[in-house]
């Protein structure tokens, strides 16, 4: 069987917030001839998360010569509660978005993906996403 395998540059352990002192980070899977669009990938399962549990083929189905990847990862249970989770993924998406030009991917065009707890993080985006804080004074938090 043949499997689909294209070329890409990985950047690790973007930091998008802190929670309780930690570092919550994401990485870019950028294509080799990229268009702008993006799947922010949500690596969890079992509400359980790390920078170090993502790897390029967990985006096997997703994989695109021209589409990012953007794999965020969240403090784990009980660290952390699922509606901390929720607000730091949600964090992590502005983020995203307010430095899109940065990484190449078109802040319009994001969609989401995730498997077990990253499905019920990756519907929760889609369902109860909204602003964040306007009176913050990063300003990709209130985006």
Known sequence: ????????????????????????TFDVVRPAHPNGLGVVLMVSGGWRSGRDQFRPWMTAPLASPRVYDLAVSHMSQPQATVMEIVEDVNR????IRHHAKEYGVDPNHLGVAGGSAGGHLSLMLATRGGPGAAEAPDPSIGK
Do not use: C, K, S
């Open 1 to 24: 069987m043949w499997y689909f395998h294209p070329r890409f540059e990985r950047t690790d352990r973007i930091v998008y917030t802190q929670r309780h002192g930690v570092d919550l």
């Open 92 to 95: 992590a998406v502005r983020f």
